[in-house]
C-alpha cells in the first residue's frame, strides 16, 4: 500500500487550487452565492466531477473527487461556496446518476455540472431530522405519476433551486422501505419556495423551506423504483460523507497554514508566540486531528471505488472530520488571541463553518451510533 498521488493526479490538484485562488479569493461574505458564481464554478468543473462525461461532468472516481474538492476547501476562505457546491453534487447529482431514468438525466444533469441549474437537496422535515424513516411528506400514486404533499424544513441552496431531490413516504406502514425519492422541477405546480433562513454560519449556502400542495410529480422522475428511496439516500449520504467532508480537510490544511504563520511571526515577550509549549502544543494538536482525518476521509473513498462503500468506514471519516474541524477553529482562534475574534481576520468565520459538521449529513451521535452498531453493540 502506499499513499503517493500521481503526478497527474497532484498537476490537477495544484491546478484547481490555483483557479479556486484566482476565482474566490475572499473576503467571506454574508449573503448568498451568486448565479455568476455558480457559472465559475461549473465552468472550473467543481458541479460535475463524479458526474458522467456523457452528461458534461468529469467522470471521476471518489477519490479522485474527493482530492479535486479538498484544493477547493483549501483554496476558497467562503466555506459556505464549498458546501453549497458539494451539496448539489453529492447530495443531488449522485442520485441522479445512480438511480434517474435515462430522460430525467439527460434533462438535468447536463445543466447541474454546467452550472446553468442549482439543485437542492430536500429531505430534512421538522419533526424527521435524523429519523428518516419517518418522513411526513406523501407521495400518492396517481396515474402517471405521484402527487407529493408536505414540507422540507431545511433545503441547502433551496431558495435559489432549479430542481429538487426530495423523499416521501408512500407506504407508512412499512418504515424507511416505504420511501420513495423523486427529481422535481421548481416550476411544477404546487410546489413552494420559502425564504432563506438566518444562519450561523455557512451564509453563502441560502437553506430555506419547501412545500409540496398537490404537487404532480411525473412517473418518469421517480428515482429507481417505489420503496427504494430509503437505500437512495443512504447512497447519497456515502458520498456526501466521504467527499463533501474533503472540502473541510481542506479547510484543516489552510487554517493549519495561517496558524503556523501567525505563532510564527508574532511575538509576544520578546519572542515568537510559537516557541512558547502552551502554542506550539495547540498547533500539533492540529496536525494530528488534519491527518487523521484526512488518512479516514480517503480510506472511504478507496473503498467506494473498490465498489464496496462502508458503513463504518464513511461514518469514521464524517465523525474525524467534523470533530476535526471544530477543535482545530477552536485552537486557531486561540494561536490568534484577539485578532482571531475579529472578523477581519477570517479565522472566526472557521469556527462558524465548523460547527454545522457536527450536525448535517448525520449529526455526530448518529455516526458513533453506526459505528456501534457495526461494531456489534
Known amino acids: 500500500m502506499h499513499f503517493d498521488w500521481s503526478a497527474e493526479q497532484q498537476a490537477a490538484y495544484e491546478a484547481m487550487l490555483a483557479a479556486v485562488r484566482e476565482e474566490f479569493p475572499g473576503p467571506v461574505r454574508d449573503g448568498p452565492f451568486s448565479r455568476k458564481d455558480w457559472l465559475v464554478l461549473g465552468g472550473l468543473g467543481l458541479l460535475g466531477l463524479s458526474v458522467p462525461a456523457e452528461y458534461g461532468g468529469g467522470g471521476l472516481g471518489a477519490l479522485d473527487t474527493a482530492h479535486r474538492v479538498e484544493a477547493f476547501?483549501?483554496?476558497?476562505?467562503?466555506?459556505?461556496?464549498?458546501?453549497?457546491?458539494?451539496?448539489?453534487?453529492?447530495?443531488?447529482?449522485?442520485?441522479?446518476?445512480?438511480?434517474?431514468?435515462?430522460?430525467?438525466?439527460?434533462?438535468?444533469?447536463?445543466?447541474?455540472?454546467?452550472?446553468?441549474?442549482?439543485?437542492?437537496?430536500?429531505?430534512?422535515?421538522?419533526?424527521?431530522?435524523?429519523?428518516?424513516?419517518?418522513?411526513?411528506?406523501?407521495?400518492t400514486e396517481v396515474p402517471g405519476g405521484f402527487i407529493l404533499n408536505g414540507t422540507k424544513s431545511f433545503v441547502s441552496n433551496g431558495p435559489e433551486a432549479d430542481v429538487f431531490i426530495t423523499y416521501a413516504t408512500t407506504d407508512p406502514s412499512l418504515g424507511h422501505l416505504g420511501i420513495t425519492g423523486f427529481v422535481v422541477a421548481r416550476e411544477s405546480e404546487g410546489l413552494y419556495v420559502g425564504g432563506p433562513h438566518?444562519?450561523?454560519?455557512?451564509?453563502?449556502?441560502?437553506?430555506?423551506?419547501v412545500t409540496f400542495e398537490d404537487c404532480f410529480v411525473p412517473e418518469e422522475q421517480v428515482l429507481g423504483v417505489p420503496g427504494q428511496g430509503g437505500a437512495i439516500f443512504q447512497h447519497s449520504m456515502s458520498w456526501e460523507r466521504a467527499c463533501l467532508f474533503a472540502g473541510y480537510v481542506g479547510l484543516l490544511d489552510r487554517?493549519?497554514?495561517?496558524?503556523?504563520?501567525?505563532?510564527?511571526?508574532?511575538?509576544?515577550?520578546?519572542?515568537?508566540?510559537?516557541?512558547?509549549?502552551?502554542?506550539?502544543?495547540?498547533?500539533?494538536?492540529?496536525?494530528?486531528?488534519?491527518?487523521?482525518?484526512?488518512?479516514?476521509?480517503?480510506?472511504?473513498?478507496?473503498?467506494?471505488?473498490?465498489?464496496?462503500?462502508?458503513?463504518?468506514?464513511?461514518?469514521?471519516?464524517?465523525?474525524?472530520?467534523?470533530?476535526?474541524?471544530?477543535?482545530?477553529?477552536?485552537?486557531?482562534?486561540?494561536?490568534?488571541?484577539?485578532?482571531?475574534?475579529?472578523?477581519?481576520?477570517?479565522?472566526?468565520?472557521?469556527?462558524?463553518?465548523?460547527?454545522?459538521?457536527?450536525?448535517?449529513?448525520?449529526?455526530?451521535?448518529?455516526?458513533?451510533?453506526?459505528?456501534?452498531?457495526?461494531?456489534?453493540?
Not at 198 to 209: D, E, H, I, Q, Y
Request: aromatic share 6%.
Open 73 to 139: 476547501g483549501r483554496g476558497c476562505p467562503d466555506t459556505g461556496i464549498v458546501f453549497a457546491a458539494s451539496a448539489h453534487l453529492f447530495a443531488c447529482a449522485m442520485p441522479l446518476v445512480g438511480f434517474a431514468g435515462a430522460a430525467a438525466k439527460k434533462r438535468f444533469l447536463p445543466g447541474m455540472a454546467s452550472g446553468e441549474l442549482v439543485a437542492g437537496n430536500a429531505m430534512t422535515e421538522e419533526e424527521a431530522g435524523s429519523d428518516v424513516s419517518r418522513l411526513a411528506t406523501t407521495a
Open 198 to 209: 438566518a444562519k450561523m454560519g455557512l451564509r453563502s449556502v441560502p437553506a430555506g423551506p
Open 255 to 377: 487554517v493549519l497554514e495561517q496558524s503556523v504563520e501567525h505563532a510564527r511571526s508574532r511575538k509576544q515577550f520578546g519572542a515568537p508566540i510559537g516557541t512558547y509549549q502552551s502554542v506550539s502544543n495547540r498547533v500539533a494538536d492540529m496536525k494530528l486531528r488534519l491527518e487523521g482525518a484526512r488518512l479516514l476521509m480517503y480510506s472511504a473513498c478507496w473503498q467506494m471505488d473498490q465498489g464496496r462503500p462502508s458503513p463504518i468506514g464513511t461514518a469514521l471519516s464524517k465523525l474525524a472530520v467534523s470533530q476535526a474541524a471544530v477543535a482545530n477553529a477552536l485552537d486557531a482562534v486561540a494561536v490568534f488571541g484577539g485578532r482571531g475574534y475579529l472578523r477581519e481576520c477570517g479565522v472566526e468565520s472557521v469556527l462558524r463553518d465548523s460547527v454545522p459538521t457536527t450536525i448535517f449529513s448525520g449529526t455526530s451521535d448518529i455516526q458513533r451510533l453506526v459505528i456501534a452498531k457495526e461494531l456489534g453493540l
